[in-house]
């Protein structure tokens, strides 16, 4: 009976123990706002709504979780969801998790994990682009930076002494059929006998120090079976239907910080490759941005964007300024504004809200809100 007991408490004193070097972590954000778009349609009528991808960020919750294995290795995972606030429904095409679902191992050499996960595209932009996915931000002008993510990824990031290096590799990046970002199309891939269908991969290099960072990237997708590329609202996306078929996109950008000023900037250059009778399409993608804290509760940023699809004969300059109030540390308040102006064929929305703001050719548009934003 005694050495029954006592194995019974060693049992128990072992599996307290080892749930001690396990974490779970329950997380989110909740951001919605009204929003006004001035010539939101050919009509030139404007529009006053409570978008879908609202405010600041994305509305999301998501779980965490980290195993220490010993001797630094630990196990790790996460499954975030995405949902629009307005209505309840789940973003990201209806998926469960649609914003990350991914488990692997992390350790002093980095980590390398399994699932749907950012790409490099996503991670390069966090330092330099100053207005991240705000619904006025860069999103605007290219759907697919602030969604970039792939299905049945593996990928790889690690740190050592500033200098991050990283790199994914998809073996169908939309496994679900609901396709990624706007104009991109579906592209489950997996296709027997076609290895680079529906492939994407990417990889990064980046360097942060206490004052400045610079960082580049690349990130290429190949074309499948209802596979499409659009540059911009209004006009028909490019198929690129089979596996020879590419959307790439190139980017370099840096960030600086001078007297409480945070200042970053970069280029992007995209190049759609239909593989069919249709001309390779490029465009380059300029950005511009500050960010300061003129009180620890009231941060000012802003950003400027200019968008050039050349062989379109398309192109938009989006400026935007935003005030954020922290009522605390998990609560603000914030208001924006941002003008695009689209040049005589250009049909570019100054939201990404959601879509259902096309204005005519050649329209700007004004976009303004004012939101509220929790954290838990």
């Not at 950012?118 to 860069?138: F, R």
Request: with cysteine; net charge neutral; glycine share 14%.
């Amino acid at each position: 009976m005694k050495k029954a007991l006592i194995s019974f408490l060693a049992l128990e004193v072992f599996s307290v123990s080892a749930f001690a070097q396990s974490s779970v972590t329950l997380y989110g954000i909740v951001d919605t706002g009204v929003e006004f778009v001035s010539h939101a349609n050919p009509a030139g009528n404007y529009v006053v709504r409570m978008p879908g991808i609202s405010g600041e960020y994305p509305s999301r919750w998501g779980i965490q979780g980290k195993e220490e294995l010993g001797g630094g290795l630990s196990t790790i995972f996460t499954l975030e969801s995405g949902f629009n606030l307005r209505g309840g429904d789940m973003g990201q095409g209806g998926r469960l998790f649609g914003r990350q679902a991914f488990v692997g191992l992390q350790g002093n050499w980095g980590a390398l994990t399994f699932g749907r996960q950012y790409t490099m595209t996503y991670w390069v932009l966090t330092d330099a682009d100053m207005l991240g996915p705000d619904i006025h931000g860069i999103g605007a002008l290219d759907s697919y930076l602030p969604n970039a993510r792939s299905d049945n990824t593996v990928a790889y990031r690690g740190t050592f002494y500033g200098l991050t290096v990283g790199a994914t590799y998809s073996f169908g990046r939309d496994s679900a059929g609901t396709g990624n970002s706007p104009g991109q199309g579906t592209c489950a891939g997996e296709v027997p006998g076609d290895v680079n269908q529906c492939r994407q991969w990417s990889a990064m290099l980046k360097y942060d120090s206490a004052n400045f960072g610079l960082a580049t990237a690349y990130d290429e997708q190949r074309g499948g079976t209802n596979a499409a590329a659009n540059f911009f609202d209004g006009l028909t996306p490019f198929p690129i239907a089979t596996s020879n078929a590419k959307d790439s996109r190139i980017q370099a950008n840096g960030y600086v910080r001078l007297w409480g000023v945070k200042l970053g900037g970069g280029w992007i250059g995209r190049r759609v490759e239909p593989d069919t009778t249709i001309a390779s399409v490029r465009s380059n993608l300029f950005y511009l941005g500050a960010q300061y804290a003129v009180t620890p509760s009231l941060i000012i940023d802003g950003e400027a964007y200019r968008d050039i699809v050349q062989q379109q004969d398309a192109r938009a300059t989006m400026t935007t300024i935003r005030a954020t109030y922290l009522l605390s540390k998990r609560t603000a308040v914030y208001a924006k504004a941002a003008y695009l102006w689209n040049s005589e064929r250009a049909r570019f929305s100054v939201s990404a809200g959601g879509g259902g703001t096309t204005p005519a050719p050649g329209i700007g548009q004004l976009g303004a809100m004012v939101g509220i934003r929790q954290s838990f």
